[in-house]
């Protein structure tokens, strides 16, 4: 019996994820994205494994009718065209929440290096300027307050560890209040709020964990940060776009706020003369947030495992359409 063929594109993000897809498929390989390239390769194939920058859209889609899977090759679906493969009956396969610890502990990670001023000691000690510690500030955690902007698996992991571990002072917003979120917050001590300005206004860091779609991107704009006590610092750990990066660059090089910790951009990857890339109270790193090494096996082999399932008409662990298969899958 001849396995079924899956179209790789890009690699995946540990090399055991790659050996689990070829054990239970044939797999294409392409470092090619271009939509054009997709079209015609997506023709001879079952199924479809990707990771960003690629994308699959309603074009891809159109051009083999015979999809029976899509998967991403980690956490994120913002370069699938979900609601169109939803449309043609094909699940999307992703692997959310294996990388809430790696992305809480580099949010933690930013926070402290932003209070502790790590980057601009460093630059200074590099150039042998000792008295530098005589003339930059540094910031206890304890007592500070934190605002966290969306309250999903991610946030709640970065919750724990500044509550319990930080003894900070912790709010989260969400759109609604959900129960279970509720009944979280109050275990821990985390207050929850349904005001997003009031959270951006008190706070004296505040950290973003919402997802990209048409309701938040470019929502952390002038409007937002204007609030913002000139003493705050800002974390993103989410994704690029959901912040208008000209409203931040301008509120960081005019003082409006103190700093900035980012390990996500839009596009991705920046262009090399992105403004916000030269000012000196800013933190970067290269979206790797959720790639540890840890991380990156555990997502990998769960996106490989997942799309050989359904290709056996087995039921998958994360689906993020579960309704197409319904009429597919036996219960």
Same mark, same amino acid.
């Not at 159109?62 to 094909?90: C, F, H, M, Q, W």
């Not at 502990?105 to 008295?131: C, Q, R, T, W």
């Not at 056996?312 to 993020?320: C, I, M, S, W």
């Given at each position: 019996?001849?396995?079924?063929?899956?179209?790789?594109?890009? &690699?995946?993000?540990?090399?055991?994820? +790659?050996?689990?897809?070829?054990?239970?498929?044939?797999?294409?390989?392409? $470092?090619? %994205?271009?939509? &054009?390239?997709?079209?015609?390769?997506?023709?001879?194939?079952?199924?479809?494994?990707?990771?960003?920058?690629?994308?699959?859209?309603?074009?891809?889609?159109?051009?083999?009718?015979?999809?029976?899977?899509? &998967?991403?090759?980690?956490?994120?679906?913002?370069?699938?065209?979900?609601?169109?493969?939803? @449309?043609?009956?094909?699940?999307?396969?992703?692997?959310? &929440?294996?990388?809430?610890?790696?992305?809480?502990?580099?949010?933690?990670? *930013?926070?402290?290096?932003?209070?502790?001023?790590?980057?601009?000691?460093?630059?200074?000690?590099?150039?042998?300027?000792?008295?530098?510690?005589?003339?930059?500030?540094?910031?206890?955690?304890?007592?500070?307050?934190?605002?966290?902007?969306? %309250?999903?698996?991610?946030?709640? +992991?970065?919750?724990?560890?500044?509550? *319990?571990?930080?003894?900070? $002072?912790?709010? !989260?917003?969400?759109? +609604?209040?959900?129960?279970?979120?509720?009944?979280?917050?109050? +275990?821990?001590?985390?207050?929850?709020?349904?005001?997003?300005? @009031?959270? %951006?206004?008190?706070?004296?860091?505040?950290?973003?964990?919402?997802?990209?779609?048409?309701?938040?991107?470019?929502?952390?704009?002038?409007?937002?940060?204007?609030?913002?006590?000139?003493?705050?610092?800002?974390?993103?750990?989410?994704?690029?776009?959901?912040?208008?990066?000209?409203?931040?660059?301008? !509120?960081?090089?005019?003082?409006?706020?103190?700093?900035?910790?980012?390990?996500? %951009?839009?596009?991705?990857?920046?262009?090399?003369?992105?403004?916000?890339?030269?000012?000196?109270?800013?933190?970067?790193?290269?979206?790797?947030?959720?790639?540890?090494? @840890?991380?990156?096996?555990?997502?990998?082999?769960?996106?490989?495992?997942?799309?050989?399932?359904?290709?056996?008409?087995?039921?998958?662990?994360?689906?993020?359409?579960?309704?197409?298969?319904?009429?597919?899958?036996? @219960?």
């Amino acid at each position: 019996m001849s396995k079924p063929r899956v179209l790789q594109i890009l &690699s995946m993000y540990h090399p055991e994820g +790659e050996k689990v897809l070829q054990a239970g498929a044939e797999v294409i390989r392409t $470092d090619q %994205f271009d939509i &054009s390239h997709l079209c015609e390769g997506v023709k001879d194939v079952v199924g479809l494994v990707l990771r960003a920058p690629a994308k699959i859209t309603r074009e891809v889609i159109d051009a083999n009718p015979n999809l029976k899977v899509i &998967s991403g090759a980690g956490v994120g679906l913002d370069n699938i065209d979900v609601a169109y493969a939803t @449309e043609k009956g094909i699940p999307v396969l992703h692997a959310p &929440s294996v990388n809430k610890v790696s992305t809480a502990e580099h949010a933690v990670m *930013l926070i402290m290096a932003l209070a502790k001023s790590v980057i601009p000691f460093h630059k200074n000690m590099s150039k042998g300027n000792y008295d530098s510690r005589m003339v930059i500030p540094t910031y206890e955690l304890k007592g500070k307050k934190v605002g966290l902007i969306g %309250f999903g698996n991610i946030a709640q +992991e970065v919750a724990k560890r500044l509550k *319990l571990g930080f003894e900070m $002072d912790v709010t !989260a917003w969400v759109r +609604e209040y959900k129960p279970e979120k509720h009944q979280f917050a109050h +275990e821990i001590g985390v207050h929850i709020s349904t005001d997003m300005e @009031e959270v %951006f206004s008190q706070s004296d860091f505040i950290s973003l964990h919402i997802p990209l779609n048409e309701h938040t991107k470019h929502s952390i704009n002038q409007r937002l940060l204007s609030k913002m006590k000139p003493s705050a610092f800002l974390v993103n750990t989410a994704r690029g776009a959901v912040i208008n990066h000209t409203h931040l660059y301008l !509120a960081l090089k005019e003082g409006l706020i103190a700093g900035a910790g980012l390990d996500v %951009f839009d596009p991705e990857p920046p262009p090399k003369d992105l403004p916000l890339l030269s000012l000196p109270n800013v933190i970067v790193t290269p979206h790797v947030g959720g790639t540890t090494v @840890e991380c990156n096996y555990i997502m990998a082999t769960t996106v490989a495992t997942n799309v050989i399932n359904v290709l056996n008409g087995k039921q998958p662990d994360f689906v993020a359409n579960p309704e197409v298969l319904k009429s597919k899958i036996p @219960e």
